[in-house]
């Protein structure tokens, strides 16, 4: 039977109207707008929604699930975070390739894909990650064969840093495919951590808010200008992953998306949190780059309205509460977030007058303006659109039916208890929103299974 979503309030494409939507299998078949719907309504599985928003499945195109098959205790796997992610509204991820084994070669690749078959509640795709000795069998590779390619241009969780000039002009050169980068300059970072460890290391100054002056403002905007600069030099589709600070920000261009070579991602957590935090959250919002000063966060966020970021993605990155408990120089990167962001960015939005739940937030955001409609374009049409994924991002005829429908107006806290990482912990706990995903669908799906492997068309 097919299954009619009714009454809801659509959010697509610019647009905000009272429709429904009918499912026939796993694909959109219609979409009628106004509130008087002609049909028997005895035809259909009957999901009344009326009152609720209906949003096109997030995407999350940056995505640590840490599961590559081999680690023997992962601090999430397919099965854990695919979970989470479908329970906070996103029905597709792009996984990063930094995992055991890491995702370099088409055979990790091959095997990751029958691990997610088997796992995973999300549709799913992968990056492959390049090396300093991989460049000319990552280009090799059928490019719709996979999401994009992912380039460290800083060390992170699992190294696979690239710093070797001419590798980097082969494959900014000949690359067939959209290349993604994390932007920070090696040689500032260590630097600034030797010289920082030698100051603080074993004494009561050792804390997170180190983490943004070690890697600070001048290693992301060098990273990310020497890039960039590689990238127009030779034409490349380029992405600049979870931009963290104002000054990178002049570097972009707010051009529509299908004229742009060079593009940029945002994630929440760079958008909700400051250096402020630091005092209460410590390690548990260290991350990679660093989550910098408020007037950096104010600029990310004018920079998401007017155009210069074209995309939001999590970073999700779960580690062990213990580990994230250690010294802080010997406390992993990462924070796990993919459960909240669409609430996190509903409740930016003001959904039901909702605050922040910090009192400086809605007075600081006073001066902007984030119609849902922006959410949804930068969290569902633009990935969809920059990454070449096939019938997914919009609420159309024709389209995979991976959809979310979103109650505003009730108040959810966050709870351990509710949390559905493998890792049982988030930044975000005792926090309230005032929106609840009430209902998702995956390729027309709502019982937790119907995923399937993304198709990319470019």
Not at 197 to 218: D, F, V, Y
Not at 332 to 340: A, E, L, N, V
Not at 351 to 373: I, R, T, Y
Request: proline share 5%.
């Amino acid at each position: 039977m097919k299954t009619l979503i009714h009454n809801a309030t659509i959010v697509n494409e610019g647009r905000i109207f009272v429709g429904s939507v009918i499912i026939d299998g796993d694909t959109i078949e219609d979409v009628v707008e106004g509130d008087a719907f002609h049909f028997p309504l005895s035809s259909f599985h009957i999901q009344d929604a009326a009152g609720m928003l209906l949003l096109p499945g997030v995407i999350d195109t940056h995505v640590h699930f840490r599961d590559g098959g081999m680690s023997e205790n992962p601090a999430g796997t397919f099965y854990s975070e695919s979970r989470a992610a479908r329970a906070g509204g996103v029905t597709s991820v792009v996984d990063m390739p930094n995992t055991k084994p890491q995702t370099t070669t088409l055979e990790a690749l091959e095997a990751k894909e029958a691990l997610a078959a088997r796992d995973s509640a999300v549709n799913y795709g992968f990056m492959l990650g390049a090396t300093n000795d991989n460049i000319d069998d990552l280009l090799a590779i059928e490019p719709t064969r996979y999401a994009a390619i992912k380039l460290f241009l800083g060390s992170s969780t699992g190294n696979m840093l690239v710093n070797d000039s001419d590798q980097l002009d082969h494959l900014f050169r000949d690359a067939r495919k959209l290349i993604v980068a994390h932007c920070e300059d090696e040689r500032i970072v260590q630097s600034n951590m030797h010289n920082f460890k030698l100051e603080h290391q074993g004494k009561p100054t050792e804390t997170a808010a180190l983490h943004p002056q070690i890697r600070n403002s001048e290693a992301c905007f060098m990273s990310t200008y020497h890039a960039i600069e590689r990238a127009r030099r030779y034409g490349t589709r380029f992405h600049v992953a979870h931009i963290s600070t104002a000054t990178e920000l002049s570097l972009l261009s707010n051009f529509d998306l299908e004229k742009k070579n060079i593009t940029a991602e945002v994630t929440p957590n760079h958008l909700w949190f400051d250096d402020r935090d630091y005092a209460e959250l410590g390690n548990l919002i260290k991350c990679n780059p660093a989550i910098k000063s408020n007037d950096d966060r104010m600029a990310l966020w004018a920079a998401l309205e007017d155009g210069l970021i074209d995309t939001i993605a999590t970073d999700h990155a779960p580690h062990p509460l213990e580990a994230k408990q250690r010294p802080y120089f010997d406390a992993p990167s990462g924070i796990p977030s993919i459960q909240h962001s669409l609430q996190m960015m509903l409740e930016a939005c003001g959904v039901e007058n909702g605050n922040w739940g910090k009192a400086s937030a809605p007075e600081e955001l006073s001066s902007f303006h984030f119609p849902l409609p922006t959410i949804v374009q930068k969290m569902c049409h633009n990935p969809a659109l920059l990454f070449g994924i096939e019938k997914r991002g919009f609420v159309r005829p024709g389209y995979k039916a991976d959809l979310v429908l979103v109650r505003p107006g009730v108040e959810e806290t966050i709870t351990k208890e509710s949390l559905l990482y493998k890792c049982g912990w988030s930044p975000l706990e005792g926090m309230t929103f005032h929106t609840r995903i009430e209902h998702v669908w995956v390729n027309g799906d709502d019982t937790g299974n119907g995923a399937e492997q993304l198709a990319f068309t470019k």
